[in-house]
């Protein structure tokens, strides 16, 4: 039969006399303090997100605000390059947010990026990771020699002169891309260009081409360069000793004239420049007969037709010169007696001849060379 279960005062009123005495326990000073502490611990749980993610931690001034990120950066990499450029003020928190945002890699994203003064850690982390990289400006004039290309570039991109060197000289990649060692330097266009600073050596060498590319499809280039029985690299190689005959733009297309017309009677260029290039001797005045007696395939007065590549890089006002030149009979041209930088053409020899006694009267006069 079922126990039927009764009520025991006796224990009712113990167990309730126990319970008050440990209610007793917990004064309202008592109840207080732990409710602060409690409190207290809340808020420093969501304290740290809260200040690690909304609270200004780049510098509302900024000596630079490019932060370069070399290729194969680990994550301590780039802590300590933000440290060290002074783009974080609380390294504790950036790590922090950092492992909470999944940034932190084997291998960080590398590249250029600007940063503004007074972003957040998450601001920063998320431009970091995913932002738009800030282009460099590649400024690409006048250097003679591909290793002046390489030191040039090296100053605008990560790529340093040595890797673009070896690649410049590389058989197999040359090979792959049609150059030859000597013929690299005309699919380089004096320009500017933007591009990311993370551009690797190969990588710079088929911006170049693509860009070579374009410039020859505009304008009817292609079609003039053939009209001239030259090929674009042949052109190039021509303007770059236009490039190295005269700085003024307007006589070009006349000096481009009289190389083309001796090309076409089959006569020795006679290029000064190209002298000079066979020699290295780039800091001479005078062309001597050292500088044409110098035995080079680049010595235009000992080996007939062109040479066997640029001995520069051409401008854009030097190869629009061969493509249209001026149409004459000039088969000579020498400076003119003063300090224009223009020169005297001639179509005879014996008119050349006069221009030239004048031009060398005039420099021991003035120059006594």
Known sequence: MEQQSTFNYNDYTRATAMTQRKLSLFTPGKIALLLGAIALLGSAFFWRPIKAMYFTHVPETLENRFVHIPTGSSFEDVVRILK?????????????????????????????????????????????????????????????????????????????????IRTFNDPAFLNEIGYKQETLMAAFIPNTYEMYWNTDAKGFVRRMLKEHEAFWSKNDRLTKAKAQNLTPTQAYILASIVERETNV????????????????????????????????????????????????????????????????????????????????DYIYFCAKPDESGTHAFAVTLAAHKVNADKFQAYIRQHRGL
Request: net charge positive; hydrophobic share 35%; proline share 6%.
């Open 84 to 164: 060290q450029g002074r783009f974080i003020t609380d390294e504790a928190d950036f790590r922090w947010l950092a492992e909470q945002m999944n940034y932190k890699k084997d291998k960080m994203r590398a590249g250029r990026f600007e940063v503004q003064p007074g972003w957040t850690n998450r601001q920063l982390i998320q431009h970091l990771r995913n932002g738009e990289q800030a282009p460099v400006k590649v400024v690409l004039n006048n250097e003679r020699l591909l290793e002046e290309v390489a030191g040039k570039v090296s100053r605008f991109i990560e790529a340093d002169s040595m890797s673009l």
């Open 249 to 328: 733009n307007s006589e070009k297309p006349t000096i481009a004239g009289v190389y083309l017309n001796r090309l076409r009677i089959d006569m020795r260029l006679q290029a000064d420049p190209t002298c000079v290039f066979a020699t290295r001797d780039f800091a001479t005045r005078r062309v001597t007969d050292w500088h044409t007696s110098y035995d080079s395939p680049y010595n235009t007065y000992m080996y007939k037709g062109l040479p066997p590549g640029p001995i520069s890089m051409a401008s854009i006002p030097s190869i629009d010169a061969v493509l249209n030149p001026q149409k004459h």
